[in-house]
């Protein structure tokens, strides 16, 4: 069958960045599976799929606009160190949870000088174009059950 809405889709993929790195790949593990037409996997992506099958093997380019999105520079704030209480030694690369206006985030701190602390709410592939090498594992039609949750059960997806 044909990847469409209400499919669950497996897919086994990497991902790189432009300058060949591999961000990401389950090759070698458990394929990913996902309710296709959900928005759960990246816009561009998701696109992509619609319409191939199993065993379908396909190159996608996704900009930063359909897939993680721009930097926005005005998501680098400069806090001050006690802000970071119960943390002894604040580091570049450290990762932390916030509470923003727009519900949790995630921040990485990108310098520490002095008594102030540079951190980034940019998602980390924010700004980066992806290329995803995809192969199409398994189609399925989602049961009502899996429609109603909003995600796949079984194998690669929820366990419940
Ligand atoms: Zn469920």
Redesign the pocket.
Known sequence: MQVADRCVVSIHYTLTNDAGEVLDSSQGGEALAYLHGQGSIIAGLESALTGKQAGDKLDVRVEPAQGYGERDERLIQQVPRRAFQGISEVQAGMRFQTQGANGPSSVVVTQVAGDMVTVDGNHPLAGQSLNFNVEIAEVREASA??VE???V?GAGG?A?
């Open positions: 059950e899996e949750h909003g995600h059960h929820h419940h």
